[in-house]
């Protein structure tokens, strides 16, 4: 799946920050160029159009990772006040991220609107969303990745701060993988399926490939 996709399974946040090999991880980064991410997203939208009623299981599901990010998102506000602004070698100057396709999917099964572009363009610039006072996406709108990632600072800052936050996380993040999973499964198997009435157009995962 990772070379159709571009899973984003979340080693570039932890590599070493000299880092610039792409072969090293695997892969291209999917829809890099303004022409691929364009023609992405189109598709994206077109198929979700032409398939609105085979997709309420997928968009049901995204409605309840939106929901569990609500949930952690004044969490992480308030733990990157606390621990980013003061942070020597913030992660996201180094991070090798880009937005996957179960990232995109959420993004338009839940209504929103997509970014301009991939974050990246190739493995050797820095994420193009990154400004002096942080990211400037919402949180729905990034990776996952940037998101489930928690540096060494603020794990010890949830644990003192807020003894069982920890387990509590564990179980959203848990919970957030696999309900992306059965996302894009319920996605792959609505746009797949004639339904007799009306045969969406097959969705081909690979034309959304740059
Ligand atoms: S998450 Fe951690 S490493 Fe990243 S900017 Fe905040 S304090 Fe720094
Ligand atoms: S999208 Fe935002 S959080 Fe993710 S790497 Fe870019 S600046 Fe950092």
Known sequence: M??????????????????????????????????AWREGQLSLTRTIAASRAELNAAAALAGRIIHRYDLAGDLFDELADVTCETCRRPCCLDAKVWLDFKDLLLIHLSGREPPPAQLRGDWW???????????????????WVCTWYICPDQRRSIARRLPGAPARLARWWSEIASWREQMENAFILAVHRPTGRFAAPRFDPKGLQS
């Open 2 to 35: 990772e070379s159709v996709t571009g899973d984003n399974s979340g080693y570039g946040f932890m590599i070493d920050p000299v880092f610039s090999r792409k072969e090293t991880i695997g892969g291209e980064i999917p829809w890099a160029s303004a022409a």
């Open 125 to 143: 610039g820095r994420c193009r969303y990154l400004t002096s006072n942080g990211c400037a996406l919402p949180r729905t709108s990034r990776p």
